[in-house]
């Protein structure tokens, strides 16, 4: 399934998109589930009622038209994510390959609409974009054995968005997280689309175009630590719970990576990412 949530921003509905491309169909699923977040996703009795109502044809048609479409998960936990983990990315950076996976958070409230404006921190000069696989929890994982599927903690995948500042993160002291939760840095959506439609997280082909200009082309086979390993791995070190959210990392093709002058966003930059079978995002830049 791919679930949505369409509206103004703080008063989105759920929403199902009911088929692909030209003939896709916007469904309201307000009237059988309040909301598509963490309780939902860990409520297997209620993603059947969406599916069978689905293939029953009972979920009435929205019209799509003006509909604002927002973030796909309401009330992320948390947003974990995975630095330096493609092998072409470390390269360009020239960071050798972790040993273990990089870890650092943002914080939930930098999650917006995949549509939706993206702010250019004040005092900012290197502002740049990361596309990057972000896998949703959807039941609660800690301490996952090696003898567990880790995928089996995974509700679905959507498109992440993870938006820095490289001087506010590398050059302004501290750990990374000043240069990553800056307003509205993590547009995640359009959809999220539930595990049983992505076989394998690691065959999905990942692009960003920056004014349209084709920045990053990359494949999450690529990974350094795939997607089961990272699920694994974090589930050592703190708790997921359902509606969490990991970034899994970008590839190569980062305004950090270019040679000077580095072509960092500002206002007015228009930029589009997509990943296989998750939809497309749109952002255009303003100054904060």
Known sequence: MKLLRVGTAGAERPALLDGDGDLATLRDLSGLVPDIDGAL??????LDRIRAAAAAGELPELDPAGLR????????????????????HAAETGAEPPG??????????????????????????????????????????RYVADDEDPLSYVAGYAVSHDVSERE?????GGTWDKGKNCETFNPLGPWLVTADEVPDPQ???LRLWVNGELRQDGRTADQIFPVAEVVR?????MT????????????????M????????????????????????????????
Request: charged letters at 25%.
């Open 233 to 237: 791995y974090v589930s050592h070190f």
């Open 100 to 141: 273990e996976p990089v870890v650092f958070l943002k914080a939930s409230d930098t999650v917006v609409g995949p549509d939706d404006t993206v702010l250019v921190p004040r005092g900012s000069r290197k502002t740049d974009w990361e596309v990057e696989l972000a896998v949703v929890i959807g039941r609660t994982a």
């Open 41 to 46: 996703l860990q409520d297997a009795a209620a």
């Open 69 to 88: 479409v927002g973030p796909p998960l309401a009330r992320v936990g948390k947003v974990v994510c995975i630095g330096l983990n493609y092998h072409d």
């Open 168 to 172: 506010f993160q590398i050059e302004r």
């Open 257 to 288: 990576g270019h040679p000077e002058p580095k072509p960092y966003l500002r206002a007015g930059d228009v930029v589009e990412l997509e990943i296989d079978g998750l939809g497309r995002q749109r952002q255009e830049l303003k100054d904060a």
């Open 240 to 255: 997921l719970h359902p509606g969490d959210v990991i970034n899994t990392g970008t590839p190569a093709g980062v305004a």
């Open 203 to 205: 065959a999905l082909g």
